[in-house]
């Protein structure tokens, strides 16, 4: 049974930052392509930042270009998005994804490529 769970989201003032993290389990981590989504009420999901199996491609979405890093390390089975220079607007509800990836330079950044989805964490930025 494929689990990933997230982590770390939380109430913080604009300019501060967070640090999520998604730990991944019954699957072969290093097999997957992993993303970043989020979702404020009302509003559809949407990408923030994907990252290749190996770690050694990345992106983002232009809203977060320079403010948000993806990460990952194989070793632990996660995957992390630093968060710096938080803004109202980044408020939502932020999901970690699996995408299954046969090259190590594969990503995506679309909803339905992927094939697994955490719980979801809630980031909260007061102005």
């Known amino acids: 049974q494929v689990q990933l769970v997230e982590s770390g989201g939380g109430l913080v003032q604009a300019g501060g930052s967070l640090r999520l993290s998604c730990t991944a389990s019954?699957?072969?981590?290093?097999?997957?392509?992993m993303g970043w989504f989020r979702q404020a009420p009302g509003k559809e999901r949407g990408f923030v930042a994907a990252i290749s199996r190996s770690g050694g491609s990345t992106y983002y979405a232009d809203s977060v270009k320079g403010r948000f890093t993806i990460s990952r390390d194989n070793a632990k089975n996660t995957v992390f998005l630093q968060m710096n220079s938080l803004k109202p607007e980044d408020t939502a509800e932020y999901y970690c994804?699996?995408?299954?990836?046969?090259?190590?330079?594969?990503?995506?950044?679309?909803?339905?490529?992927?094939?697994?989805w955490g719980q979801g964490t809630q980031v909260t930025v007061s102005s």
């Open positions: 019954g699957l072969t981590f290093s097999n997957y392509a």
């Open positions: 994804a699996a995408d299954r990836s046969y090259t190590n330079t594969y990503y995506n950044k679309l909803v339905q490529s992927y094939d697994y």
